[in-house]
């Protein structure tokens, strides 16, 4: 299923870029990244857009809702992914923009999850499943304040929160236009005949009429089924 490639470049480039953030030593393949220091920020387009090198131990905007609260969103993390998964087979057939969204999220979640999983481990400051998440794009945006917090700047993100946000928003709005779609493909009975009866006469329309010409078509022929039916009573009428 070529739509998980999607999934699988939003994992690549999302661990790439944290690494290279966060920095790696591999002796033995000779790999040594030595990474920002930790509340290090970078200027890339002025103080609009920065390199920041933070973590976050909790959830979405930093809200950290204590150490329990780690193991769940991980647990969590994992059967969502699943879920998407099977969700993704499930609906090959639908259109390509719909689980492209889901194959975003699903990117996305599997991105942070590696971060809960293993991270901790891999650099020696926490237990399986208790890592943090490594955040780094820090962008200036208008204030705005979510439970009960002011924020004067988005909350600092990767590219695994990109790509769930990218997918939500691409999902509100195409699902909304596709469902449309169906129901337009329903009442006009595309991919089956529409046959409607009138006066004990069957017509066929094509699936792809729409209600209109069928209405359209069904009021002509009412109309020339009275026509023939005055002409009838009138010559009854002369024969009397």
Same mark, same amino acid.
């Given at each position: 299923?070529?739509?998980?490639?999607?999934?699988?470049?939003?994992?690549?480039?999302?661990?790439?870029?944290?690494?290279?953030?966060?920095?790696?030593?591999?002796?033995?393949?000779?790999?040594?990244?030595?990474?920002?220091?930790?509340?290090?920020?970078? %200027?890339?387009?002025?103080?609009?857009?920065?390199?920041?090198?933070?973590?976050?131990?909790?959830? &979405?905007?930093?809200? %950290?809702?204590?150490?329990?609260?780690?193991?769940?969103?991980?647990?969590?993390?994992?059967?969502?992914?699943? &879920?998407?998964?099977?969700?993704?087979?499930?609906?090959?057939?639908?259109?390509?923009?719909?689980?492209?969204? !889901? &194959?975003?999220? !699903?990117?996305?979640?599997?991105?942070?999850?590696?971060?809960?999983?293993?991270?901790?481990?891999?650099?020696?400051?926490?237990?399986?499943?208790?890592?943090?998440?490594?955040?780094?794009?820090?962008?200036?945006?208008?204030?705005?304040?979510?439970?009960?917090?002011?924020?004067?700047?988005?909350?600092?993100?990767?590219?695994?929160?990109?790509?769930?946000?990218?997918?939500?928003?691409?999902? !509100?709005?195409?699902?909304?236009?596709?469902?449309?779609?169906?129901?337009?493909?329903?009442?006009?009975?595309?991919?089956? %005949?529409?046959?409607?009866?009138?006066?004990?006469?069957?017509?066929?329309?094509?699936?792809?009429?729409?209600?209109?010409?069928? %209405?359209?078509?069904?009021?002509?022929?009412?109309?020339?089924?009275?026509?023939?039916?005055?002409?009838?009573?009138?010559?009854?009428?002369?024969?009397?």
């Amino acid at each position: 299923m070529r739509i998980i490639y999607i999934s699988v470049f939003v994992v690549i480039i999302d661990q790439i870029t944290k690494l290279l953030v966060k920095g790696i030593s591999i002796p033995f393949l000779n790999v040594n990244i030595e990474g920002m220091k930790y509340g290090q920020s970078t %200027d890339v387009f002025g103080s609009f857009f920065c390199l920041t090198y933070v973590e976050n131990p909790g959830m &979405a905007f930093g809200i %950290d809702l204590g150490e329990s609260s780690k193991l769940f969103l991980s647990l969590f993390s994992i059967i969502a992914s699943i &879920a998407i998964i099977y969700y993704l087979f499930k609906m090959k057939d639908e259109r390509f923009i719909l689980r492209a969204s !889901l &194959a975003l999220i !699903l990117g996305g979640a599997i991105g942070n999850l590696i971060d809960r999983v293993f991270y901790g481990v891999i650099y020696g400051y926490s237990k399986l499943f208790y890592g943090s998440v490594v955040d780094f794009f820090n962008v200036d945006f208008f204030d705005f304040t979510i439970f009960s917090r002011t924020y004067e700047r988005w909350p600092i993100f990767n590219v695994a929160d990109a790509a769930v946000t990218m997918g939500v928003v691409l999902l !509100l709005i195409f699902h909304r236009s596709i469902e449309g779609r169906k129901d337009i493909e329903t009442v006009n009975g595309t991919g089956a %005949d529409t046959v409607a009866v009138v006066n004990g006469e069957n017509c066929d329309y094509s699936g792809n009429n729409t209600i209109d010409q069928i %209405d359209l078509e069904l009021n002509e022929k009412n109309e020339y089924i009275t026509a023939e039916n005055g002409k009838d009573n009138k010559r009854k009428e002369t024969e009397v």
